[in-house]
Structure formats: structure tokens, C-alpha cells
């Protein structure tokens, strides 16, 4: 019998207990890391998830739902523009004369031909009556007067393009003709807005959806003037921005104070939970 000693001391013995001492090494129970080793990072909870939402911030434009740029309607030559760069005016206000001299004349003969025209077709009843006109004289009278009608409703309607009266209350941007000046068809004279269609125009995240609508409470801060403002949404686009995932909204000022133009640009804040 060969003694305990160098049974021990032989390889496959020595291999043995490495392999013992391994297993032994992965049954020792858990230990936590220490503190200054490295920390595991816990997925975000939605609380948290919110409270981050809350504190984000879009961007605002300040734009007008009334801006327009007024053109003339036909070619000729101004005699007055009474409103120069930020003068107010009420809706029905003038806003540019033209020299009309020719238009009024036009609408004089257009009235002296439809005069004419009835008279001859009353003429030519009369003669039907008699017996010494025929239906188809009657019919072309008839039509010769109904279209001396239809000519001076156009020159009338001509006319009325001599005077640009303001469609709504508001005031002037920038003027684009002068008095005196002769303009063509089409060319642009003025330039308007409203202030009080003033509206903040933003493009906020697109899973906002699931809880922005119409009668949102936010908070305006305007870089130019320094202030704050309170508005609610009032518009919400029907479609997202599939490029940027974005929505665009309008929102409505709760007031809308004299320094407030458009163009101007801030940040938004929104109320409620995300």
C-alpha cells in the first residue's frame, strides 16, 4: 500500500483540489460592492420621467393672424396715402386714393347706355303691342339693356378700386408707395397687422399629445421686452412633423399689452403634468 503522503503529492490530487477550491470560491454568498466602487444606475421612474418634462421650455414666436399686404388693383397714379409707418387706423379707413377722373366718366356713360338701352327695348314693347315690332326685336332690346346693366355694374365696381380702405383695425408696417407715384397692377402700397390677433406659435414635443388641448394654460417670458405673459392654447396642428416629431401650436395671450409685436421670440413654460 503506497502511503497518504505521495498520493497527495501527486498531479491529478493537485488538480483535485484546485477544482474544489473553485467551486468553494463560487458558492461564498453575495458581498455589496463598496461605496466607493461603482453604483449601478436605476432606470428612470415615470414620476421622474414627468417632473423633467415639466421643467423643459419651447421655444415662441410672436405672430399675427390679421398681417397683410395691400396692392393696388389696377394701374394709376396715387394722389394721397394718408398713413405712414406705425399709424393706427379703425377698420374702413382710407389707406390710398387714386387720380379716378377716367373712371367716373366711365361709370357716367355706362349709365347713359343702359338709360338708352331701356328705353329702346320699352319702345319696342310698345310697338309689339301695336303690332309693328316682332318677338325677336322685343328679345334683342331685352338683351342690349340687361347688358349695358351688366357693363356698368362692372365700371362701378372699377371704381370703387380708386379708393384702398382698411379691412380691420390695426396698424401700418411699412409703406410701399408714396403720393404721386404711379403704381402698376398688382404692385404692393401698404403693409398691415392687427396687434390684437397677436398669437404665440411654438413646436412642442409630439407625444404631448397625450395630454396638450385646446384651453392649456402656459407662460410666455419675452426676450425684447423682459416680461411675462399668460396665455391658453387655442389651435392644434392635425398633423406632426415627421422629420423632428414636432406639433405646432397657436396660442391665444390672455392680454395682449401695446409693447407685444410680431416677430418677437421668448420661451414657454406649460402648466399641468406630462
Known amino acids: 500500500m503506497r502511503p497518504i503522503s505521495r498520493l497527495v503529492c501527486s498531479p491529478l490530487a493537485v488538480l483535485l483540489a ?9 458558492a461564498q454568498p453575495y458581498r455589496p460592492v463598496p461605496a ?36 393696388s388693383q389696377f394701374a394709376g397714379r396715387l394722389i394721397a396715402v394718408p398713413r405712414q409707418v406705425g399709424d393706427s387706423f379703425n377698420a374702413g379707413d382710407l389707406l390710398a386714393s387714386f387720380d379716378c377722373d377716367e373712371r367716373r366718366s366711365a361709370v357716367k356713360g355706362a349709365q347713359a347706355e343702359l338709360l338708352s338701352a331701356r328705353e329702346t327695348h320699352l319702345a319696342k314693347v310698345k310697338l309689339q303691342s301695336l303690332g309693328a ?4 326685336d322685343v328679345t334683342v332690346a331685352a338683351a342690349t ?17 380708386c379708393t384702398v380702405r382698411a379691412p380691420y383695425a390695426g396698424k401700418v408696417v411699412r409703406v410701399r408707395a408714396k403720393a404721386f407715384e404711379s403704381v402698376q397692377l398688382g404692385q404692393p402700397l401698404l403693409e398691415i397687422v392687427s396687434p390684437a390677433s397677436l ?15 385646446v384651453g392649456t394654460p402656459f407662460s410666455v417670458a419675452i426676450e425684447e421686452t423682459g416680461e411675462g405673459y399668460r396665455g391658453r392654447v387655442e389651435k392644434i396642428s392635425s398633423r406632426v412633423d415627421g422629420a423632428s416629431q414636432t406639433l405646432e401650436i397657436l396660442g391665444r395671450f390672455d392680454r395682449v399689452p401695446p409693447r407685444l409685436l410680431p416677430g418677437m421670440i421668448g420661451k414657454a413654460t406649460f402648466d399641468g403634468p406630462r
Open 18 to 26: 484546485a477544482a474544489i477550491a473553485s467551486a468553494g470560491a463560487l
Open 36 to 71: 466607493d466602487g461603482p453604483v449601478a444606475v436605476a432606470p428612470a421612474t415615470p414620476a421622474a420621467s414627468a417632473a423633467n418634462a415639466t421643467a423643459a421650455e419651447v421655444r415662441v414666436l410672436v405672430v399675427a393672424e390679421q398681417e397683410a399686404t395691400i396692392s
Open 133 to 136: 315690332a316682332s318677338e325677336i
Open 145 to 161: 339693356a340687361e347688358k349695358a346693366r351688366a357693363q356698368l355694374e362692372l365700371v362701378q365696381a372699377q371704381e370703387k378700386y
Open 199 to 213: 398669437r404665440a406659435q411654438m413646436y412642442v414635443p409630439s407625444n404631448w399629445i397625450r395630454w396638450l388641448k
